[in-house]
Every structure is written in structure tokens, then in C-alpha cells.
């Protein structure tokens, strides 16, 4: 679906998600995380960048397992410390994966994602038309119900600088695994909390598309 026309359907209260492609299950468990390896930290930098065409071909469980962790996953097991910050450890930002198949939220303790919603929400992740068939879309919420101690007026300051840093995660994991991804703010973003069913206390912050890149095939 191209911008002019998710852009109308947002206008109208018209841009839903797709049926779900393939049976979701209810939980997923991802393998174990591959933590050593990868590029060294000033190559992934020197190669991090934003790229828009994505081979429609899913990831591989591991390599999304990989990235997850590298987004939001767990470093410090004696403290439960994450691989991104958190102000005052309120661990406020979910990661939920739209994939064709359902809609995800992964679960750091276990290393797991939990079903959402059984329907295709990639096309209501932003208004560029790539995000429709790209094989995953991440999804950055925050849920302030677990910001108590922050000061209101700053809630939401905390947990954009909480989900840039995830999404700066995976922008070097998918510098070092050969993957495109591009970090995305230009969204609907009640047609998207309303796709994905969140309360009053959550709020959509970024999406972030992530893929092979498109290769373009030659005579």
C-alpha cells in the first residue's frame, strides 16, 4: 500500500492491520542469544546506517533471537541489567515484533515472545510503503504505568531516550550481521495503538523496520 493512500485511510479511521499469514503461536522461545562474535564496535559504527528496501524473506529464529538481545535483552543476569539504559531501572520500554504471522512482545527474562494480537499490524507501522512487506517491524512502547518514580513532565522525555538507545542497538547488531533496518517516527500512531490493543498508560514511541537488504538481481 503506498503513503498517499495509508495516509487517507488514517484520515478516516481506516488504516487496520492484515489477517495474520501462517499460525502464531502463543509463545515463542528463542534460542539462546549469541553474545561474542560480530564485527569490533568502531566497524559496526563505520558501517551503521539507514537503508529502505528489505528482502520479504524472514529471519532465521537465531539471528532474531540475536537481535532482541542486542535491543533490549539481558547482560547482567545477577542484576538483570539490560543491554540498553533505563532511568531508574523502570525497564519502561516494551519491544513488540510485528512479523506476518502476529504481533509479538519479547520477554528479556526468558528470552521469549509472547503473542499479541494473531493479525498482520506491519502495514499500520508507518505510513512508507516498505514497512508492508519487510519481514519484521519492531515496535517501541512505553508504558509509563511503570514510571512512578519519574516526575510526569518527564516521563516521556525518559522513555524516548531509553527507545533511541535500543534502536542505536540495533542499528550496530545489524551493522555487524549484514542486515538493513531504519528507525522510523513518521507512523500513525493511534491507528497503531489501536492495532496493537494498548491501554491508556502505553504509548507508541518509534517503529523500527529490519530485513536482508534487497538485492537486485542481475542478467
Same mark, same amino acid.
Given at each position: 500500500?503506498?503513503?498517499?493512500?495509508?495516509?487517507?485511510?488514517?484520515?478516516?479511521?481506516?488504516?487496520?492491520?492484515?489477517?495474520?499469514?501462517?499460525?502464531?503461536?502463543?509463545?515463542?522461545?528463542?534460542?539462546?542469544?549469541?553474545?561474542?562474535?560480530?564485527?569490533?564496535?568502531?566497524?559496526?559504527? &563505520?558501517?551503521?546506517?539507514?537503508?529502505?528496501? *528489505?528482502?520479504?524473506?524472514?529471519?532465521?529464529?537465531?539471528?532474531?533471537?540475536?537481535?532482541?538481545?542486542?535491543?533490549?535483552?539481558?547482560?547482567?543476569? %545477577?542484576?538483570?541489567?539490560?543491554?540498553?539504559?533505563?532511568?531508574?531501572? !523502570?525497564? %519502561?520500554?516494551?519491544?513488540?515484533?510485528?512479523?506476518? %504471522?502476529?504481533?509479538?512482545?519479547?520477554?528479556?527474562?526468558?528470552?521469549?515472545?509472547?503473542?499479541?494480537? &494473531?493479525?498482520?499490524?506491519?502495514?499500520?507501522?508507518?505510513?512508507?510503503? *516498505?514497512?508492508?512487506?519487510?519481514?519484521?517491524?519492531?515496535?517501541?512502547?512505553?508504558?509509563?504505568?511503570?514510571?512512578?518514580?519519574?516526575?510526569?513532565?518527564?516521563?516521556?522525555? *525518559?522513555?524516548?531516550?531509553?527507545?533511541?538507545?535500543?534502536?542505536?542497538?540495533?542499528?550496530?547488531?545489524? !551493522?555487524? &550481521?549484514?542486515?538493513?533496518?531504519?528507525?522510523?517516527?513518521?507512523?500513525?500512531?493511534?491507528?497503531?495503538?489501536?492495532?496493537?490493543?494498548?491501554?491508556?498508560?502505553?504509548?507508541?514511541?518509534?517503529?523500527?523496520?529490519?530485513?536482508?537488504?534487497?538485492?537486485?538481481?542481475? &542478467?
Amino acid at each position: 500500500m503506498n503513503t498517499l493512500t495509508k495516509m487517507a485511510l488514517g484520515l478516516i479511521g481506516q488504516l487496520k492491520p492484515q489477517p495474520a499469514d501462517g499460525d502464531a503461536a502463543s509463545t515463542t522461545y528463542l534460542p539462546a542469544a549469541n553474545t561474542t562474535g560480530g564485527l569490533p564496535l568502531m566497524q559496526a559504527l &563505520a558501517q551503521r546506517q539507514s537503508q529502505r528496501e *528489505f528482502d520479504p524473506a524472514p529471519l532465521p529464529l537465531q539471528m532474531l533471537s540475536d537481535l532482541l538481545w542486542a535491543a533490549a535483552g539481558i547482560n547482567r543476569s %545477577e542484576l538483570a541489567g539490560r543491554t540498553a539504559p533505563s532511568a531508574m531501572n !523502570a525497564q %519502561e520500554v516494551d519491544v513488540y515484533v510485528a512479523l506476518p %504471522e502476529g504481533l509479538y512482545r519479547y520477554a528479556a527474562p526468558t528470552q521469549t515472545l509472547h503473542l499479541v494480537r &494473531a493479525t498482520d499490524v506491519r502495514r499500520v507501522t508507518g505510513y512508507q510503503d *516498505f514497512v508492508d512487506t519487510a519481514p519484521l517491524d519492531l515496535v517501541l512502547v512505553a508504558d509509563h504505568a511503570r514510571m512512578k518514580l519519574v516526575p510526569a513532565a518527564q516521563r516521556e522525555a *525518559f522513555a524516548f531516550a531509553a527507545a533511541g538507545a535500543m534502536a542505536q542497538n540495533v542499528y550496530l547488531y545489524c !551493522a555487524s &550481521a549484514g542486515l538493513a533496518t531504519v528507525i522510523r517516527a513518521w507512523l500513525d500512531r493511534d491507528a497503531l495503538a489501536q492495532a496493537m490493543g494498548l491501554n491508556n498508560d502505553q504509548q507508541v514511541l518509534l517503529s523500527q523496520t529490519v530485513g536482508r537488504p534487497k538485492t537486485v538481481a542481475t &542478467a
